[in-house]
Each structure stands twice: as structure tokens, then as C-alpha cells.
């Protein structure tokens, strides 16, 4: 003979079972996946200046490279040393280094990238124990 909890199975009862599933379900919707965030320190070339009306239009193209990847990203306009910053999410170091590539090969800016972390990102591995 079955004892009771058997029977219920190892969820308990088939409500209960339900309303399990239910709360798993929601967890993994509620579950964020942070992406690696890249800065970006850009300069235009003496091709990207000479043709400085095209920016929007390489930079749209900039963003469809960074969408198609899973990522985003932000672009600002800056005096300085650098004509423009962009912060960048893309699922991997790989597909950042794939659309710097691709990037430069058109000629028109050259770029220093630095991977970033954000601030509770950072302050997990600075606290973590060290090998």
C-alpha cells in the first residue's frame, strides 16, 4: 500500500503541483541577464571627417550591427580628446570584437575599448575571495 505522500507524488498535491509551476514559470520571466558592457572612445579618420554629414547614417547602421548582435547601445557626441563615446551591451567579447572589426575596416574611426563592469557587478568580484 502507497503511503499518503506518495500518492501526492513529490510536489504534494496536483494543485499544489500546479501552483509550483506557476511560481517557476514566473521566476525565470522575472530573470534579467546582464550583458557585458563595453566603453568605447572613438575618433574620427580624415575619411570619417571628410564625409562627417554620413555619421547618422553609419551610426544607425552602428545600431542595427549592435541589435542584430542581442545588444545595445548609447552614443555621445563629445569635445576632447575623443569626438565620441559609446557604451555597449552585446552578449559576448566576441560579438563586440566582430562589429569593432567590422567598424574599422569601413575606414572612418579608429577606437580604444575598455570592458566595464557595473558598480554590484564590481563590487562581487572585489569582494569575492581570491585564489
Known amino acids: 500500500m502507497q503511503s499518503q505522500s506518495e500518492k501526492r507524488g513529490i510536489w504534494g498535491s496536483e ?8 511560481i517557476i514559470r514566473q521566476i525565470r520571466f522575472l530573470e534579467v541577464k546582464v550583458l ?3 566603453v568605447v572612445l572613438g575618433n574620427w579618420t580624415d575619411q570619417g571627417i571628410q564625409n562627417v554629414s554620413d555619421a547618422p ?6 545600431h542595427s550591427m549592435v541589435e542584430d548582435a542581442g ?3 548609447q552614443l555621445f ?16 567579447d566576441d560579438d563586440m570584437m ?6 574599422g575596416t569601413m575606414g572612418n574611426i579608429r577606437t580604444r575599448t575598455m570592458k566595464a563592469w557595473t558598480e554590484s557587478e564590481g563590487a562581487k568580484i572585489i569582494t569575492a575571495p581570491h585564489p
Open 15 to 22: 494543485a499544489r503541483t500546479q501552483e509550483k509551476a506557476f
Open 71 to 73: 545588444g545595445k547601445m
Open 36 to 38: 557585458p558592457s563595453f
Open 98 to 103: 566582430a562589429i569593432l572589426l567590422c567598424l
Open 77 to 92: 557626441y563629445t569635445l576632447g580628446k575623443y569626438d565620441f563615446v559609446m557604451v555597449v551591451e552585446v552578449p559576448s
Open 57 to 62: 547614417k553609419r551610426i544607425k547602421e552602428t
